[in-house]
């Protein structure tokens, strides 16, 4: 079992930034997919970027590629999601989900993540 706890969430501004950080506890022994989702009121969850705990290999949703960097701290069992040059379309809750697979590239199923955390809300307001 894996928990995970978000954290950073917020309202900002346009154009503003925020960092968001997913704590994993338990069994965090080996290699696993990190991945962020968002879900918006009335709107399915989507998934915003992924990555490889061992290794780092990366993937991002097109929307947000070259405004949110995911990255990882195995020392600190964290996951951070910075998101740069925010858009109102950018609210929503986010959730830190895992798995203990490799990252499949470009693919955001919220069907392979088991482990899920409780969400932090992000509001973006222009």
């Known amino acids: 079992q894996v928990q995970l706890v978000e954290s950073g969430g917020d309202s900002v501004e346009a154009g503003g930034s925020l960092r968001l950080s997913c704590v994993a506890s338990?069994?965090?022994?080996?290699?696993?997919?990190m991945a962020w989702f968002r879900q918006a009121p009335g709107k399915e969850r989507e998934g915003v970027a992924s990555i490889y705990t061992f290794g780092g290999h990366t993937s991002y949703v097109d929307s947000v590629k070259g405004r949110f960097t995911i990255s990882r701290d195995n020392n600190k069992n964290t996951v951070y999601l910075q998101m740069n040059s925010l858009k109102p379309e950018d609210s929503a809750m986010y959730y830190c989900?895992?798995?203990?697979?490799?990252?499949?590239?470009?693919?955001?199923?919220?069907?392979?993540?088991?482990?899920w955390g409780q969400g932090t809300q992000v509001t973006v307001f222009s």
């Open positions: 338990g069994d965090t022994s080996g290699g696993a997919c």
């Open positions: 989900a895992a798995a203990h697979a490799y990252c499949q590239r470009q693919v955001f199923r919220p069907g392979d993540y088991p482990y």
